[in-house]
């Protein structure tokens, strides 16, 4: 075990590094400060993704019946409505930009794609849990 937390752990170092380094080409005005910012902020998501590859599959054992249980179906339920809003959402917006050709920036695009297909989620999913109970 101790062999597959130590690769787990490498594993986030150098994933962590890497990201760091391409951001830090990509943003040739403070390489240095941009590397370890990126760096710095997907090292628990790396390292959360080294636990998932090399310890989980010794530790967890998944329930057969997962895709059975109804948290499952609720999220499923939250996940497809969320979908189809997001589809409405966008297909309004690139109206709206197509029409008054003026078109804001693509991360504050995605950002609040992201942002508002995961709030979506959550409030479809609280929302039918809260009506199947």
């Not at 991360?107 to 999913?125: H, N, Q």
């Amino acid at each position: 075990m101790f062999a597959r937390w130590t690769l787990t752990i490498a594993f986030a170092l150098v994933a962590a590094a890497a990201i760091g380094a391409v951001a830090s080409v990509f943003n040739p005005e403070a390489p240095l400060v941009t590397g370890v910012v990126f760096a710095a902020a997907t090292l628990g998501p790396a390292g959360a993704l080294g636990w998932f590859l090399f310890v989980s599959p010794k530790t967890v054992t998944p329930d057969p019946n997962a895709e059975d249980n109804v948290e499952n179906t609720w999220l499923q339920k939250a996940a497809a409505g969320a979908f189809t809003d997001l589809l409405i959402v966008l297909a309004i917006a690139l109206t709206v930009v197509s029409v008054t050709g003026r078109s804001p920036d693509a991360e504050i695009l995605l950002l609040g794609a992201v942002v508002l297909a995961m709030g979506d989620v959550a409030i479809r999913y609280v929302v039918t849990a809260r009506r199947e109970r």
